[in-house]
């Protein structure tokens, strides 16, 4: 079947379902220049995620992190809402979209105009001390010494989730519930291969959800639970389905 021909079968599906999701993850945000984690030109090919994402190394040598963490912060401080951002928002303010769960801590999805976002790894824009757990806004915080301390003396780190961390309870259970309520789950720009957000496409699948996949490469989903696999951008994709709608 062809691009085009996909693509209008993703914008039926949209327009029939009542109640759509999209999970979103890092290469969403790629075309903002921010960069994604996995495949060519990722994040960890860079840095190994055991030495600087774990919560344990973050311990162990958080100036070592922050100094990743630094370099990282200001391209997502400079990134702006792409097409893909902006597309899902538009989806969700015509009524075609319920909630964006996203695994990306840039807060772009917010920026972009959508209002219903889950952040299923937390926000970037806030550090949260590890001695007494209270949370600042990051462009409060000097960061010209690293690592960044509370008014306690504890450590800061970015209110995100690291490996080997939990998944804040109210964004999982949010992310739960829709998976679990959904009829449609778009799947954009992302692996799905770490738990527990890789389980959200299966959960939405088990129950009776139709899954639509938006990515690059093709992953394990694509072969596995996608019923729909787009093999394009996530701006291209969705400029693309908000085109068919518009008809």
Wanted: hydrophobic share 40%.
């Amino acid at each position: 079947m062809s691009r085009k021909a996909l693509t209008e079968k993703v914008a039926e599906l949209l327009r029939s379902s009542r109640l759509a999701v999209a999970l979103t993850g890092a290469g969403l945000s790629v075309e903002s220049g921010i960069p994604a984690f996995r495949g060519s030109q990722g994040l960890w090919d860079r840095y190994d995620p055991l030495e600087y994402a774990h919560i344990e190394a973050f311990r162990a040598d958080p100036k070592k992190v922050w100094e990743m963490l630094a370099e990282l912060g200001g391209l997502v401080e400079r990134a702006q809402p792409n097409a893909a951002h902006r597309g899902l928002a538009r989806l969700e303010e015509m009524g075609y979209l319920r909630a964006v769960i996203t695994q990306n801590i840039d807060a772009l999805h917010q920026r972009a105009g959508s209002r219903e976002v889950i952040e299923f790894h937390g926000n970037g824009q806030r550090l949260i001390c590890l001695g007494c757990g209270r949370r600042y806004a990051q462009d409060a915080v000097a960061l010209g010494t690293l690592p960044p301390r509370c008014s306690c003396r504890g450590v800061l780190k970015p209110d995100v989730v690291f490996f080997g961390e939990p998944i804040p309870t109210e964004a999982s259970e949010k992310a739960l519930a829709y998976c679990r309520r959904c009829d449609l789950l778009l799947v954009i720009g992302t692996s799905a291969v770490v738990a527990p957000a890789s389980h959200l496409p299966l959960i939405a699948k088990q129950q009776g959800a139709r899954v639509v996949e938006i990515n690059l490469e093709r992953t394990h989903l694509s072969d596995t639970v996608a019923d729909v696999v787009l093999e394009t951008s996530a701006s291209q994709a969705l400029n693309d389905i908000l085109e068919f709608l518009g008809r």
